[in-house]
């Protein structure tokens, strides 16, 4: 298959795209291709290893989504020429996958649930301490650290695919600000997340967002600190 799509001598072209050269680019056509016949039971015919080739060549981002969420589908004798497994595929394509916009979306909702879980210590008066939510005396600009929760953000994202794939069609709590949200809710242990989303009913649901929640706890405590009366941090990624 790869001789076919790289007859001899052209696989040094250049193509501008996430593949290098035309040799690397004729991998993703083939691991493509791969998804497309095990999905539709027919292997081997050229026109669509062509179409994806065409795809590969012209830097498509669908056919980075389609190889990230059927990687299983791949054979790994395939797979070993993109990457050394699904969550370093998905790092070194992360920006095809998830827009700017979307991550942002995610991290600004972390933040913004960090805050409103959070509290404070002040004294009252002399002898009165008061719990003040960390919501009224700050907003998500005076974080000093954002880029440590978009890092958490986006380690979590690369850990939970294909799984965030599905979860985003489930239902309304699949937007990136919802997954944000719960994905602090849920790693800082505050009796919600993404375990307590959908119908109780929904088998596929309650399975995921339990899944999605073990995930999430492995990331231990966000961290949200106050730093001074103008800034708050949250943990290192």
């Known amino acids: 298959m790869h001789d076919y799509l790289v007859p001899a001598g052209t696989g040094h072209l250049r193509c501008f795209s996430y593949a290098y050269d035309g040799d690397?680019?004729?991998?993703y056509a083939i691991a493509a291709a791969h998804v497309c016949w095990a999905a539709n039971g027919v292997e081997d015919d050229e026109a669509t290893l062509d179409?994806?080739?065409?795809?590969?060549?012209?830097?498509?981002?669908?056919?980075?989504e389609l190889i990230a969420n059927n990687w299983d589908d791949v054979p790994e004798e395939v797979r070993e020429h993109l990457a050394s497994d699904l969550a370093d595929f998905v790092t070194e394509h992360f920006d095809y996958l998830v827009a700017p916009d979307e991550?942002?979306?995610?991290?600004?909702?972390?933040?913004?649930?960090g805050l409103w879980a959070g509290t404070t210590v002040e004294?009252?008066?002399e002898s009165?301490?008061?719990?003040?939510p960390l919501d009224d005396l700050y907003d998500i600009d005076q974080c000093v650290n954002r880029w440590d929760a978009e890092a958490d953000c986006k380690s979590f994202i690369v850990q939970a695919w294909?799984?965030?794939?599905?979860?985003?069609?489930?239902?309304?709590?699949?937007?990136?600000?919802?997954?944000g949200h719960d994905f602090l809710l849920t790693r800082d242990h505050h009796?919600?997340?993404f375990w307590d989303r959908g119908n109780?009913?929904?088998y596929y649901v309650q399975s995921t967002g339990r899944k999605l929640s073990d995930i999430a706890h492995t990331f231990g405590d966000s961290g949200f600190e106050v730093e001074d009366e103008s800034w708050f941090r949250v943990a290192e990624a």
Do not use: C
């Not at 690397?24 to 991998?27: D, M, S, T």
């Not at 009165?128 to 003040?132: L, Y």
């Open 24 to 27: 690397e680019a004729a991998w």
């Open 51 to 64: 179409g994806y080739m065409s795809l590969a060549v012209n830097d498509h981002p669908d056919l980075i």
């Open 103 to 113: 991550l942002a979306t995610m991290v600004s909702s972390y933040l913004k649930a």
């Open 123 to 125: 004294l009252a008066d």
């Open 128 to 132: 009165e301490v008061q719990s003040i």
């Open 162 to 179: 294909p799984l965030l794939t599905w979860w985003r069609t489930a239902g309304d709590f699949g937007s990136w600000e919802q997954i």
């Open 191 to 193: 009796g919600t997340g």
């Open 200 to 202: 109780v009913t929904d």
